[in-house]
């Protein structure tokens, strides 16, 4: 996991490293983010992922009690933060920071798990939060320079998550999760197919990896994307899924 984590990040940088200074300040589909503050807030958030791995005390007492001051506006106010640092420094502080939480990821014993934000989670798992995260910053650059990316098969990963987080789904948005599995269905960019839940199950859902992880990040409004869902529970989720934590998102509707 860690070594499609790296890749994601390299293909990010890819498309910043040579950009001139003043193309870090073009906006980006999140509204008030440039490109600058897409990649502050990938450095910040890798920053304190690298503490939770090296220092879980300093973690939970410098961190997290920081987070609780402005438990809802804490991650703009990194990302404003550093996103005023100079564009080489920015991308220079992000390669060694990301460096050094990958190869860290790789120390961390079988089972054990790393303080966060929510649950504790895995080094997999944090890795897999890392790449979603990176994945869904990077498509915004990407918009914003009016790049198309290529999909890759580390979509997977990303919509496992978007998978296993339907009930969290429901439950930041104060809905009560169904209680059956739901069956869902998607076309990996090299023509397989990937699937979760019981072939018999009523609810479905159907389409693209690549566009229901874009729904899942809450990347594009949902009448662009060709996923498709069977049954009203999977309607109503395919209005609320959201695969990154905190309260609900606005989308991109």
């Known amino acids: 996991?860690?070594?499609?984590?790296?890749?994601?990040?390299?293909?990010?940088?890819?498309?910043?490293?040579?950009?001139?200074a003043d193309r870090w300040a073009t906006d980006t589909p999140a509204?008030?983010?440039?490109i600058a503050?897409?990649?502050?807030?990938?450095?910040?958030?890798?920053?304190?992922?690298?503490?939770?791995?090296?220092?879980?005390?300093?973690f939970a007492a410098d961190i997290v009690s920081a987070a609780a001051q402005n438990p809802t506006g804490f991650v703009d106010a990194a990302a404003e933060e550093l996103a005023v640092t100079p564009p080489a420094q920015l991308l220079a502080d992000w390669r060694h920071t990301r460096t050094a939480l990958h190869d860290a990821l790789?120390?961390?014993?079988?089972?054990?798990?790393?303080?966060?934000?929510?649950?504790?989670?895995?080094?997999?798992?944090?890795a897999t939060a890392r790449l979603m995260e990176t994945w869904a910053h990077g498509l915004d650059v990407a918009d914003a320079l009016g790049v198309t990316r290529v999909p890759t098969g580390r979509l997977r990963s990303i919509a496992h998550i978007g998978v296993?987080?339907?009930?969290?789904?429901?439950?930041?948005?104060?809905?009560?999760?169904?209680?059956?599995?739901?069956?869902?269905?998607?076309?990996?960019?090299?023509?397989?197919?990937?699937?979760?839940?019981?072939?018999?199950?009523?609810?479905?859902?159907?389409?693209s990896a690549e566009h229901f992880c874009m729904l899942v990040t809450q990347r594009r409004a949902r009448?662009?994307?060709?996923v498709v869902a069977v049954g009203p529970d999977a309607e109503q989720w395919l209005t609320i899924a959201q695969a990154f934590a905190g309260p609900p998102g606005r989308g991109r509707g």
């Open 164 to 207: 296993r987080t339907r009930d969290f789904a429901y439950t930041v948005h104060g809905l009560t999760p169904p209680a059956e599995p739901f069956h869902v269905k998607l076309h990996a960019p090299d023509g397989a197919e990937w699937s979760w839940g019981p072939d018999d199950a009523a609810q479905r859902v159907s389409g």
């Open 223 to 226: 009448s662009e994307l060709d």
């Open 31 to 34: 509204e008030g983010w440039t």
């Open 37 to 58: 503050h897409q990649i502050a807030h990938l450095l910040w958030t890798d920053r304190v992922a690298l503490v939770a791995v090296t220092d879980e005390a300093a």
């Open 1 to 20: 996991m860690v070594a499609d984590l790296r890749a994601e990040s390299d293909d990010l940088d890819a498309l910043v490293a040579d950009l001139p």
């Open 106 to 126: 790789l120390t961390v014993e079988d089972g054990h798990k790393l303080p966060w934000f929510g649950p504790p989670m895995s080094a997999p798992s944090m």
